[in-house]
T-cell receptor
Framework: GNSVTQMEGPVTLSEEAFLTINCTYTATGYPSLFWYVQYPGEGLQLLLKATKADDKGSNKGFEATYRKETTSFHLEKGSVQVSDSAVYFCALPVYNQGGKLIFGQGTELSVKP | GAGVSQTPSNKVTEKGKYVELRCDPISGHTALYWYRQSLGQGPEFLIYFQGTGAADDSGLPNDRFFAVRPEGSVSTLKIQRTERGDSAVYLC???????????FGQGTRLTVV
């Protein structure tokens, strides 16, 4: 079956620190992979995506590379800001089931000034 | 509208009561999804509509849960005989097609007391 596993949080970092949030997946075939972000009081937003192996998705200073060999899609940012404090979700779509999304459990990030 | 709208934003109900949660998708989006997010977890798929029909309801936990989308736009998630375990945030998402970005509403926080 399809599943997504994320590193557990919460993660607390100081401003300008380096961020890695691990995500591994199990899937049939090679689906697209997504990172969603949920800022306090807001809905889920797509942060970045990669549609095939070795693709790198990037947005707002965040990056993630689709690694087929390790079935991973780790989220990274070189220098986090207080405004990055949010919950981050790794997800994959199941296209033969209407594109429904399978989410990881989420990783809460707290960035301190 | 500009985004996916869900109402109410918060709902407190007594155990055993019936509730309806509403989702207004982005205009023109034919695909609509309901997810449930329990505290500290990622969203879990409930049901997917393509147009007016429920194409996949495999995520509905039991027959107390039902959803409709009679005109292919607004959808209502209905929960009968609510239980305390139904307490969660219910999220709605819509997209133009199954291959395009899914946009999420801010969710309805349901609390069953």
């Amino acid at each position: 079956g399809n599943s997504v596993t994320q590193m557990e949080g919460p993660v607390t970092l100081s401003e300008e620190a380096f961020l890695t949030i691990n995500c591994t997946y199990t899937a049939t075939g090679y689906p697209s992979l997504f990172w969603y972000v949920q800022y306090p009081g807001e809905g889920l937003q797509l942060l970045l995506k990669a549609t095939k192996a070795d693709d790198k998705g990037s947005n707002k200073g965040f990056e993630a590379t689709y690694r087929k060999e390790t079935t991973s899609f780790h989220l990274e940012k070189g220098s986090v800001q207080v405004s990055d404090s949010a919950v981050y979700f790794c997800a994959l779509p199941v296209y033969n089931q209407g594109g429904k999304l399978i989410f990881g459990q989420g990783t809460e990030l707290s960035v301190k000034p | 509208g500009a985004g996916v709208s869900q109402t109410p934003s918060n709902k407190v109900t007594e155990k055993g009561k019936y509730v309806e949660l509403r989702c207004d998708p982005i205009s023109g989006h034919t695909a609509l999804y309901w997810y449930r997010q329990s505290l500290g977890q990622g969203p879990e798929f409930l049901i997917y509509f393509q147009g007016t029909g429920a194409a996949d309801d495999s995520g509905l936990p039991n027959d107390r849960f039902f959803a409709v989308r009679p005109e292919g736009s607004v959808s209502t998630l209905k929960i009968q005989r609510t239980e305390r375990g139904d307490s969660a945030v219910y999220l709605c998402a819509s997209r133009e097609t199954v291959n395009t970005e899914a946009f999420f509403g801010q969710g309805t926080r349901l609390t069953v007391v």
